[in-house]
C-alpha cells in the first residue's frame, strides 16, 4: 500500500530527526576520563596479551610515560591515556610499533593482526554513523564531538599510510647507497621525495579532514626532516665515505636556510623533527665561524649563539639540547655554568626539572672523573679489573654479541689492535650478554684481540647501571690515571678513531679542575 506524500514526508521527518538525536546522543558521551583519548579495538591472531601507549611528556625526559590495556579473551582491549594536549605517541604491541596522533577528545576503534602491526592497523571513529547514506544524511548534522573524532581517526589513517608509502619505502630513505651520492644526484633526490610527500599530504587534507593541530604537525614532519637531511648530509657523508675527503658544496647548496619561516615557524615548536633541525642549524653555524665540536669553548659557542638568534620557546628547547649534548660529551664545567642561565631562563621550570636531573646523571661520568671500577671474569674465567690498567690508555667497549652493529665493529675492533700493537694502550670490551654460551664461543673461535669481560646480568647490571648505559655498542676513553677523557668517542668504524687516540696519550687529568668546580656550582 502507497503512503500518501503529505505522510511520506512526515514519516521521513520524523525517521531523520530520530536518528539525529541518536547521533547528537552519542557524540554527546562524556571520556571515561576528562582530557583523555580512548583506544578501544580488537587484536586479531594476538602474540602477546597487552597493547600499550607510549607518550614522552617532555623532550628532555628519556623516560617514556606509558599506558597499559590486556587484551580479553576475544582480543579485545579499551584504554585510556590522560592528555593536556595534542601530541605524537606509539602503539605498542610486543616488539612492533606504530605511530599516533592523540588528544583530549580523541576517541578511536583500533584493529590489527598480532603479527604485523604496521602493516595492518586501521582507524575508526566510535559512535559516528558510517555507510555512504548514513554520511550524506548526517555530514552537516555530526555533533562538534563526532566531527573531532573524524578528523583524528583521519589523521591516525594518514599516518598508517604515510608510514606504508614513505617510511617503510627504502626508496625514499636516506640510506648508505644514496649517501655516497655527490651534491646535485642528493638534491635531486630529497626534492623528488618531498615533493611526493607535500602531495600525499595535501591530497589527503583536501580530501578529508584534518585538525589544525595534526594538519600543522604532518607539514612540520615533512618539512623539517627534509630540511635535517639536507643540512647534515655533508657531515654524513663524511663519515660513511672512507676513500674520499669531505665534500665542498656548491655555494648555493645552504641557501634553503635564509627562508625566515624555516627557522621562526610558531606552528611547528613541538615537533621533534624541527627542535633536531634548530640544533642541527646551531651546529652549521658555530662551523661556519670556525668552531669545532672539538675544541673547549664549542657548546658555550653553540648556547650564547642559541640565546642571540632564537626567542620564546624555541629558544628554550634548543638550549636545552645544547646543554644535554654538553651533558652527554662530558663538559661539565661549562654544562655547569649554562645551566645556572638556563635556570633564569626558565622561569616556569618547564623543561628545567628534567635537565636537572640528567645533568645529575652524566655528571659523575663527566671529562675528568675517576672512571666507575669493576672486576670481571674473561672468557678464559682469570679475574681482572678496570683499575688494575692504571698507567694505560683504556678504551673501554660495552657491546653485545647478539648486537648487529656491534658485530659490525668487530673488524674494526682487530684493526685499532694491530695498530696499537705495542703502544701504551689496552681495549677493554665489557659484554652485556645475558647468556654466557654464545660470548664465549664467539670470542673464543674469532680469537678476539684486547681483554673480554662479561658483566653478568647485561644492562641490568651494577656496571651498567654505573655507566648509565641505554644502548650498546657505547664506548668510553680513559686517560693513564684511570679517569674519563671522552665519555663519547669516536666509534671504532670511525677513520677518525686512530687520530683521537693518537691525540689522547699523555692527557690524563688535564680536565680534573673542572671536576673539583662542581662542588658548589651543580644543579640545585
Given at each position: 500500500m502507497k503512503l500518501p506524500f503529505t505522510c511520506l514526508v512526515t514519516w521521513v521527518l520524523c525517521w531523520a530527526l530520530a536518528l539525529s538525536a541518536q547521533a547528537q546522543s552519542a557524540g554527546a558521551r562524556p571520556a571515561d576520563v576528562a582530557g583523555a583519548a580512548i583506544l578501544t579495538g580488537r587484536v586479531t591472531n594476538p602474540t602477546t596479551d597487552t597493547v600499550a601507549v607510549s607518550i614522552r611528556d617532555s623532550p628532555f625526559d628519556a623516560k617514556e610515560r606509558i599506558s597499559y590495556a590486556r587484551l580479553n579473551e576475544k582480543g579485545e582491549f579499551r584504554l585510556s591515556v590522560l592528555l593536556s594536549g595534542s601530541t605524537k605517541a606509539d602503539l605498542v604491541y610486543g616488539d612492533a610499533v606504530a605511530d599516533l596522533f592523540?588528544?583530549?577528545?580523541?576517541?578511536?576503534?583500533?584493529?590489527?593482526?598480532?603479527?604485523?602491526?604496521?602493516?595492518?592497523?586501521?582507524?575508526?571513529?566510535?559512535?559516528?554513523?558510517?555507510?555512504?547514506?548514513?554520511?550524506?544524511?548526517?555530514?552537516?548534522?555530526?555533533?562538534?564531538?563526532?566531527?573531532?573524532?573524524?578528523?583524528?581517526?583521519?589523521?591516525?589513517?594518514?599516518?598508517?599510510?604515510?608510514?606504508?608509502?614513505?617510511?617503510?619505502?627504502?626508496?625514499?630513505?636516506?640510506?648508505?647507497?644514496?649517501?655516497?651520492?655527490?651534491?646535485?644526484?642528493?638534491?635531486?633526490?630529497?626534492?623528488?621525495?618531498?615533493?611526493?610527500?607535500?602531495?600525499?599530504?595535501?591530497?589527503?587534507?583536501?580530501?578529508?579532514?584534518?585538525?589544525?593541530?595534526?594538519?600543522?604537525?604532518?607539514?612540520?614532519?615533512?618539512?623539517?626532516?627534509?630540511?635535517?637531511?639536507?643540512?647534515?648530509?655533508?657531515?654524513?657523508?663524511?663519515?660513511?665515505?672512507?676513500?674520499?675527503?669531505?665534500?665542498?658544496?656548491?655555494?648555493?647548496?645552504?641557501?634553503?636556510?635564509?627562508?625566515?619561516?624555516?627557522?621562526?615557524?610558531q606552528t611547528a615548536i613541538s615537533n621533534e623533527q624541527f627542535q633536531e633541525f634548530l640544533l642541527n642549524y646551531v651546529h652549521y653555524m658555530a662551523a661556519q665561524q670556525k668552531h669545532l665540536r672539538t675544541d673547549p669553548d664549542f657548546y658555550p659557542f653553540c648556547y650564547s649563539l642559541a640565546s642571540k638568534?632564537?626567542?620564546?620557546?624555541?629558544?628554550?628547547?634548543?638550549?636545552?639540547?645544547?646543554?644535554?649534548?654538553?651533558?652527554?660529551?662530558?663538559?661539565?664545567?661549562?654544562?655547569?655554568?649554562?645551566?645556572?642561565?638556563?635556570?633564569?631562563?626558565?622561569?616556569?621550570?618547564?623543561?628545567?626539572?628534567?635537565?636537572?636531573?640528567?645533568?645529575?646523571?652524566?655528571?659523575?661520568?663527566?671529562?675528568?672523573?675517576?672512571?666507575?671500577?669493576?672486576?670481571?671474569?674473561?672468557?678464559?674465567?682469570?679475574?681482572?679489573?678496570?683499575?688494575?690498567?692504571?698507567?694505560?690508555?683504556?678504551?673501554?667497549?660495552?657491546?653485545?654479541?647478539?648486537?648487529?652493529?656491534?658485530?659490525?665493529?668487530?673488524?674494526?675492533?682487530?684493526?685499532?689492535?694491530?695498530?696499537?700493537?705495542?703502544?701504551?694502550?689496552?681495549?677493554?670490551?665489557?659484554?652485556?650478554?645475558?647468556?654466557?654460551?654464545?660470548?664465549?664461543?664467539?670470542?673464543?673461535?674469532?680469537?678476539l684481540p684486547g681483554v673480554h669481560v662479561r658483566a653478568m646480568g647485561g644492562m641490568r647490571s651494577e656496571i651498567a647501571k654505573a655507566y648509565n648505559l641505554t644502548e650498546v655498542p657505547t664506548y668510553f676513553l680513559l686517560g693513564e690515571d684511570g679517569t674519563i677523557l671522552n665519555p663519547k668517542p669516536k666509534r671504532m668504524s670511525s677513520r677518525a678513531a686512530v687520530d683521537e687516540i693518537n691525540q689522547s696519550f699523555g692527557k690524563a687529568g688535564i680536565y680534573s679542575a673542572a671536576v673539583s668546580q662542581l662542588s658548589g656550582s651543580g644543579a640545585k
Open positions: 592523540l588528544d583530549p577528545g580523541t576517541d578511536l576503534d583500533v584493529r590489527f593482526k598480532g603479527d604485523d602491526l604496521p602493516g595492518t592497523v586501521k582507524f575508526k571513529a566510535n559512535d559516528v554513523p558510517t555507510g555512504f547514506a548514513t554520511k550524506l544524511r548526517n555530514n552537516a548534522n555530526l555533533t562538534d564531538a563526532q566531527r573531532h573524532r573524524q578528523q583524528m581517526a583521519n589523521a591516525n589513517s594518514y599516518l598508517a599510510e604515510f608510514d606504508e608509502q614513505f617510511v617503510s619505502n627504502d626508496g625514499f630513505q636516506v640510506l648508505p647507497d644514496n649517501i655516497q651520492l655527490y651534491e646535485a644526484p642528493f638534491v635531486s633526490f630529497l626534492d623528488y621525495r618531498i615533493k611526493h610527500e607535500q602531495n600525499f599530504l595535501e591530497d589527503r587534507a583536501a580530501r578529508q579532514s584534518f585538525t589544525i593541530d595534526f594538519y600543522n604537525y604532518a607539514k612540520a614532519e615533512i618539512t623539517y626532516s627534509n630540511a635535517n637531511d639536507r643540512l647534515t648530509f655533508p657531515d654524513l657523508r663524511e663519515q660513511v665515505v672512507s676513500t674520499e675527503g669531505r665534500l665542498t658544496m656548491t655555494p648555493g647548496y645552504y641557501d634553503f636556510l635564509r627562508d625566515p619561516n624555516l627557522l621562526n615557524d638568534r632564537l626567542n620564546g620557546t624555541m629558544k628554550l628547547l634548543t638550549l636545552g639540547r645544547i646543554l644535554q649534548e654538553s651533558f652527554r660529551f662530558g663538559h661539565v664545567r661549562q654544562s655547569s655554568a649554562m645551566l645556572a642561565d638556563f635556570r633564569n631562563l626558565d622561569s616556569r621550570k618547564r623543561f628545567l626539572p628534567a635537565l636537572d636531573s640528567d645533568f645529575s646523571k652524566h655528571k659523575a661520568l663527566a671529562i675528568g672523573a675517576q672512571a666507575p671500577d669493576f672486576r670481571l671474569l674473561t672468557a678464559a674465567g682469570d679475574s681482572v679489573r678496570l683499575s688494575s690498567f692504571q698507567g694505560k690508555l683504556v678504551y673501554l667497549n660495552f657491546w653485545k654479541s647478539t648486537n648487529g652493529l656491534c658485530l659490525r665493529d668487530l673488524a674494526y675492533a682487530q684493526d685499532l689492535n694491530k695498530r696499537f700493537e705495542g703502544k701504551n694502550i689496552v681495549f677493554v670490551n665489557v659484554a652485556l650478554d645475558e647468556l654466557e654460551a654464545p660470548w664465549k664461543q664467539l670470542v673464543t673461535i674469532k680469537k
